[in-house]
């Protein structure tokens, strides 16, 4: 199946740092790219769609300023947490969107603001 | 919003089969995936239906659809203790992926 690279798979930052998070594409490319936010013992929650070469779509809640999503490339679009503080912390899966409709995920970033 | 239900949790006897069941609400629904996460892992696409099956089977996996009753299951034939893990079915209408809480399935000897 088609892969999607997540890095890094694990971060510790202090709080008022921000941190970048990428998801690739690896052997196709994605027009469109999900990124969720997983809670421990919960489902996904999806935080903001981001399409290639326009802004992202952020679900209801999710503050932009906050969570920076670029789309630069059909390829690779980022995570940005900026101003990290401890209830940031949390694991972020983004997936990317095949033509046929399936969805393949990345490994997952957990994020642990001290 | 949207809702996809499952159950929490489900234990099975090695060997024996495994049946998930997922329900959601939107009727717009086009495709219904399973996807399996392992502890501090990504989802792993297992397996999807497009809406208009009622039925999929991948080796020890069987899908099954009740687009009527909005009715989603996972059947795991000869369940493994490698197949402990959390499993997510998921629905996407308009291109947006909405998901369970997940089944967490313990395999025990």
């Known amino acids: 199946g088609a892969v999607v690279s997540q890095h890094p798979s694990r971060v510790i930052c202090k709080s008022g740092t921000s941190v970048k998070i990428e998801c690739r594409s690896l052997d196709f490319q994605a027009t469109t790219m999900f990124w969720y936010r997983q809670f421990p013992k919960q489902s996904l929650m999806l935080m903001a769609t981001?399409?290639?070469?326009?802004?992202?779509?952020?679900e209801q809640g999710v503050e932009k300023d906050k969570f920076l999503i670029n789309h630069a490339s059909l390829t690779l679009s980022t995570l940005t947490v900026t101003s990290a503080h401890p209830e940031d912390s949390s694991f972020y899966i983004c997936?990317?969107?095949?033509?046929?409709?399936?969805?393949?995920f990345g490994e997952g970033s957990r994020l642990t603001v001290l | 919003g949207e809702d996809v239900e499952q159950s929490l949790f489900l234990s099975v006897r090695e060997g024996d089969s495994s049946v998930i069941n997922c329900t959601y609400t939107?009727?717009?629904?086009?495709?219904l995936y399973w996807y399996k996460q392992e502890p501090g892992a990504g989802l792993q696409l297992l397996t999807y239906?497009?809406?208009?099956?009622d039925m999929k089977q991948d080796q020890r996996l069987t899908v099954l659809l009740n687009k009527k009753d909005k009715h989603l299951s996972l059947r795991i034939a000869d369940t493994q203790t490698g197949d402990s893990a959390i499993y997510f079915c998921a629905e996407m209408a308009d291109y947006i992926p909405t998901f369970g809480r997940g089944t967490s399935l313990i395999v025990h000897p």
């Open positions: 939107d009727s717009s629904s086009t495709y």
């Open positions: 239906i497009f809406s208009n099956m």
């Open positions: 981001s399409n290639e070469g326009s802004k992202a779509t952020y």
């Open positions: 997936s990317a969107r095949l033509h046929t409709g399936e969805l393949f």
